[in-house]
């Protein structure tokens, strides 16, 4: 049972426009959300994460909007560069301190076109 | 700053061999640790979680073992290594105190 889902296995965005990338979670009790980046033969990277009590996280050219009704989120990334170009994945948390364990979905790759 | 290594980055081993991945952490004390596997198209899958010394939870019933010998040290283990154990294995750390976990560089296992 897929928990966090990320239904866009692949998105291309031209350079310097937005890139939106989307994921859906089915569990109610998730409440902490993060994106992560990642490069071939590399782990991930923590990009930004938001709070069930926040509907909007911005940092930088990264932003991220939570919709807890229709239990989704997306990340938006203004104006995409070339560096973007990775696999991005969602993680949601129910948020028990002391054993934050982190549910992923199966990501999306991005590919910024020059 | 906190660093996390992971070694060797690359494996391959024959079906039925012995498996030791070997996982630490620098620059923090008592973090959380985890493994995860990424299997060929699919996402991250916890495998086992540790929130202290010889403290081991396990995620997914299967061949393989964990252990905590030391604060910032993880271990990942096999007696006997199945094709399916095939896949980017990655190590990670949390505070403890917050819900973002930190990853490895990670190790490709190809089992033959």
């Known amino acids: 049972d897929q928990q966090v889902k990320q239904n866009s296995p692949s998105l291309s965005v031209q350079e310097g426009r937005i890139s939106i990338l989307n994921c859906d979670y089915t569990n109610s009790m998730f409440d902490y959300f993060l994106w992560y980046k990642k490069y071939p033969a590399e782990g991930p990277t923590f990009l930004i994460s938001?709070?069930?009590?926040?509907d909007k996280n911005e940092d930088g050219r990264f932003t991220v909007f939570l919709n807890k009704s229709a239990k989704h989120l997306s990340l938006h990334i203004v104006p995409s560069q070339p560096g973007d170009s990775a696999v991005y994945f969602c993680?949601?948390?129910?948020?028990?301190?002391?054993?934050?364990?982190?549910?992923f979905g199966t990501g999306t790759r991005l590919t910024i076109i020059p | 700053s906190q660093t996390i290594h992971q070694w060797p980055a690359t494996l391959v081993q024959p079906v039925g061999s012995p498996l030791s991945l070997e996982c630490t952490v620098e620059?923090?004390?008592?973090?959380?640790l985890y493994w995860y596997r990424q299997a060929a198209g699919r996402g991250l899958q916890l495998l086992f979680y540790s929130v202290g010394i010889g403290q081991i939870s396990s995620e997914v019933p299967q061949n393989l073992s964990a252990s905590r010998p030391q604060d910032r040290q993880f271990i990942l283990s096999s007696k006997k290594l199945l094709l399916s154990d095939s896949g980017f294995y990655l190590c990670a750390w949390g505070t403890g105190i917050s819900y973002e976990q930190y990853f490895g560089p990670g190790t490709r296992l190809t089992v033959t």
């Open positions: 620059g923090t004390s008592n973090p959380n």
């Open positions: 938001i709070s069930s009590i926040k």
């Open positions: 993680a949601a948390s129910e948020g028990n301190f002391g054993n934050e364990k982190l549910t």
